[in-house]
């Protein structure tokens, strides 16, 4: 698959394209320097702009041959942007996430009730269910995010910077969150990142985008082979193999 | 749903009860048996308040429901829409079409023909003008919206045609007679009381029609909350929602236009006094909750507009605007920002 946008053009990642695959039960993060199309990348994934060639399938499927309610129930995404609206409760904002399974109302059936419910139990946002939105803080209110994308049910959530603008403890709870969620059965997460360290101890796969080449597997395989020793110019960071973690050069 | 039960109660008696105020208050003055007799099928004591009653006044109250709800319910479709708490009804440049329209109707019939056959047009030929001037903004506006796919930059769009529209009828108030400017001045006033029931019995359809369409969106509308990007990932359709957004607005703000003018600040207004009361933004309970507070607001300003006793008549878009906007600067002050 390769990726960028059309208009003007500019074609971001490796020439060759991308190529890789996700199971069930994995957690993979997205890893690469600021514009090398990361988030390009999560986006064409989500279906949110179009490939400039090759496909994205899921189970199987091509994802541009579903329809727009069958892709939803494919693959849920958390963006960088905030809801527009910040006056919805935790509750209801989390039940637009049982848009792709509702009638032309939006009723709400007792399954759906229960996979609200279900959301609210695994991101411990129960205490929070009534509050408006406008009055969380923002980790709080990307575990909200998160719930509603888990309400979806969908095999493949997606998401885009997570952990941006949060401390090193909501981080890690966001990251663990996320670990939980890819460990239900049939479940793939996938998401962008700058907290390498800590994709590093959670993550079960990673992939490294660079400008002209990627590298997909393992983070022990990733270790291994010293891409991440290239990540970055070795005259401000270098890779440190044995503890695992980036150092001030 | 339930607990919103009470809230609908509430607001339906307020309707009833500002509706029967409505038909009582006028420059004549019928008391409020009579009213409710004549309205039941009674004979009155007088036979002309009969008249009164059927023919003017009860027409007035229900322009001024459908008036009122239409414009509530297109400005709510607007801030969800453009995602902007100060959106209207009018963004679009609906009412500056409009405008347009009456103004090319009234002041070019002035410059066509000889002064000796000039006419003033009559109320249906300027519903018809403004109602092409509406519809050829909107469809401008439409075209626009298959490129520019940011509500932002539409919104500015929809402004800026807004702009070019007011500098044309400028040029032609500017060169034209004092009697067109005089009936120019008149239409802008807005005016409710003028329709007759073959009128509204259009303005009635207009009203469904746009009122359907809403609520054949209403799922796509809660989505659109978190933004059109997460609608689309919940499988809304994105193109045909901003299309059934677009024309419901068009069909309700463009057709109230037409037949009552331009009629400012219920559209801005009500739908914020409605998430207030109703402490909701699910458009499912706030679609008959705007349709109501809209009816309401507007008998009110209209029962205000008709100066009880008095045979003068104040401008209705006047008295919507001097009631609407410290409304909109009291939601400001209380809420520190307008939130949908």
């Given at each position: 698959?390769?990726?960028?946008?059309s208009?003007?053009e500019?074609?971001?990642g490796?020439?060759?394209g991308l190529d890789?695959?996700?199971?069930s039960?994995?957690?993979t993060?997205?890893?690469?320097?600021n514009?090398?199309?990361?988030?390009?990348?999560?986006r064409t994934l989500?279906?949110?702009?179009?490939a400039?060639g090759?496909?994205?399938?899921?189970l199987g499927?091509e994802?541009d041959?579903?329809s727009?309610?069958q892709?939803a129930?494919?693959?849920?995404?958390v963006?960088?942007?905030?809801?527009?609206s910040?006056?919805?409760?935790?509750?209801?904002?989390?039940a637009?996430?049982?848009?792709?399974?509702?009638?032309?109302?939006?009723?709400?059936?007792?399954?759906?009730e229960?996979?609200?419910a279900?959301?609210?139990?695994?991101?411990?946002?129960?205490?929070?269910?009534?509050h408006p939105c406008?009055?969380?803080?923002d980790g709080q209110?990307?575990?909200?995010?998160?719930?509603?994308a888990?309400?979806q049910q969908?095999p493949?959530?997606l998401?885009?910077e997570?952990?941006?603008?949060?401390?090193?403890?909501?981080?890690?709870?966001i990251l663990?969150?996320?670990r939980?969620?890819?460990r239900?059965?049939?479940?793939?997460?996938v998401f962008t990142?700058?907290e390498i360290d800590?994709?590093?101890q959670?993550?079960?796969?990673?992939?490294?985008?660079?400008?002209?080449n990627?590298?997909?597997?393992?983070?022990?395989?990733l270790?291994k082979?010293?891409v991440?020793e290239?990540?970055?110019?070795?005259d401000s960071?270098?890779?440190?193999t044995?503890?695992?973690?980036f150092?001030?050069? | 749903m339930?607990r919103?039960?009470w809230?609908?109660?509430?607001l339906?008696?307020l309707?009833?009860?500002?509706?029967?105020?409505?038909l009582?208050l006028?420059?004549?003055?019928?008391p409020l048996s009579?009213?409710?007799?004549?309205l039941?099928?009674g004979?009155?004591?007088?036979?002309?308040?009969?008249y009164?009653?059927?023919?003017?006044?009860?027409?007035k109250?229900?322009?001024?429901?459908?008036?009122?709800g239409?414009?509530?319910l297109?400005?709510l479709?607007?801030?969800?829409?453009?995602r902007?708490?100060?959106?209207?009804?009018?963004?679009?440049?609906?009412?500056?079409?409009?405008s347009?329209?009456?103004?090319?109707?009234?002041f070019?019939?002035?410059?066509?023909?000889p002064?000796s056959?000039?006419?003033?047009?009559t109320?249906?030929?300027?519903?018809?003008?403004?109602?092409l001037?509406s519809?050829?903004?909107?469809?401008l506006?439409?075209?626009v919206?298959?490129?520019?796919?940011?509500?932002m930059?539409?919104?500015i769009i929809?402004?800026?045609f807004g702009s070019?529209?007011?500098a044309?009828v400028t040029?032609?108030s500017?060169?034209?007679q004092?009697?067109?400017?005089?009936?120019y001045i008149f239409w802008?006033y807005?005016?409710?009381?003028n329709?007759?029931w073959n009128n509204?019995?259009i303005?009635?359809?207009l009203?469904l029609?746009g009122v359907?369409?809403a609520?054949?969106?209403?799922k796509?509308?809660?989505a659109?909350?978190?933004?059109p990007?997460?609608a689309g990932?919940?499988?809304?359709n994105?193109?045909?929602l901003?299309?059934?957004?677009?024309?419901?607005?068009?069909?309700l703000?463009?057709?109230?236009?037409?037949?009552a003018?331009?009629i400012a600040f219920?559209?801005?207004?009500?739908?914020?006094l409605?998430?207030?009361a109703f402490?909701?933004?699910?458009?499912?309970v706030l679609?008959p909750?705007?349709l109501l507070?809209?009816?309401?607001?507007?008998?009110?300003c209209?029962?205000?507009?008709?100066?009880?006793r008095?045979?003068?008549v104040l401008?209705?878009?006047?008295i919507?605007?001097?009631?609407?906007a410290?409304v909109?600067?009291?939601?400001?002050?209380r809420?520190?920002?307008?939130?949908f």
């Open positions: 698959m390769r990726i960028g946008y208009k003007p500019l074609e971001l490796p020439r060759q890789f695959e996700l199971q039960g994995s957690l993060a997205i890893i690469g320097i514009g090398v199309g990361k988030s390009t990348l999560l989500a279906g949110l702009q179009p400039l090759g496909v994205v399938k899921i499927n994802s041959t579903l727009a309610r892709q129930r494919q693959l849920s995404v963006l960088t942007n905030p809801p527009a910040r006056n919805l409760s935790v509750r209801d904002l989390i637009l996430g049982r848009h792709p399974y509702t009638n032309w109302l939006g009723q709400l059936s007792a399954l759906d229960q996979c609200i279900d959301a609210l139990k695994l991101t411990a946002l129960e205490s929070l269910a009534q406008h009055s969380l803080s209110l990307q575990r909200v995010l998160i719930a509603r888990l309400a969908t493949l959530v998401l885009d997570p952990t941006s603008h949060l401390d090193l403890h909501h981080k890690v709870r663990k969150l996320l939980d969620i890819s239900q059965p049939g479940k793939a997460v990142t700058h800590l994709a590093l959670l993550c079960t796969h990673m992939l490294v985008l660079f400008p002209d990627y590298a997909f597997g393992t983070p022990q395989e270790i082979s010293k991440l290239s990540l970055f110019p070795s960071v270098t890779f440190d044995v503890l695992q973690r150092n001030i050069s | 339930h919103n039960t809230r609908y109660t509430l339906f008696l309707l009833l009860g500002s509706f029967l105020l409505n009582g006028g420059s004549a003055k019928i009579e009213t409710i007799a004549i039941t099928g004979t009155p004591e007088v036979a002309s308040w009969e009164i009653i059927t023919e003017y006044r009860l027409p109250a229900l322009t001024a429901i459908l008036t009122g239409g414009l509530a297109s400005g479709l607007m801030q969800t829409f453009f902007n708490p100060l959106a209207g009804p009018f963004v679009l440049g609906i009412s500056s079409g409009a347009l329209g009456a103004a090319l109707l009234i070019g019939s002035g410059f066509l023909l002064a056959l000039a006419f003033a047009p109320n249906a030929a300027l519903a018809i003008a403004s109602s001037g519809l050829a903004v909107l469809l506006v439409l075209s919206s298959y490129r520019v796919k940011d509500a930059a539409l919104l929809g402004l800026m070019i529209t007011a044309v040029v032609l500017s060169l034209s004092a009697e067109a400017l005089q009936q802008s807005g005016s409710i009381g329709l007759g509204l019995g303005l009635g359809l009203f029609l359907g369409l609520v054949s969106c209403l796509g509308l809660n659109l909350l978190l933004g990007e997460y990932s919940l499988g809304i994105m193109s045909r901003r299309l059934q957004i677009i024309l419901a607005t068009g069909i703000a463009g057709g109230i236009t037409a037949f003018g331009p219920v559209g801005l207004a009500v739908p914020h409605t998430r207030l402490k909701s933004s699910d458009h499912r679609l909750g705007v507070t809209g009816a309401i607001m507007m008998l009110c209209d029962t205000v507009a008709q100066l009880p008095t045979a003068y401008p209705i878009n006047a919507t605007s001097v009631l609407g410290p909109v600067i009291w939601l400001l002050l809420r520190k920002t307008m939130m």
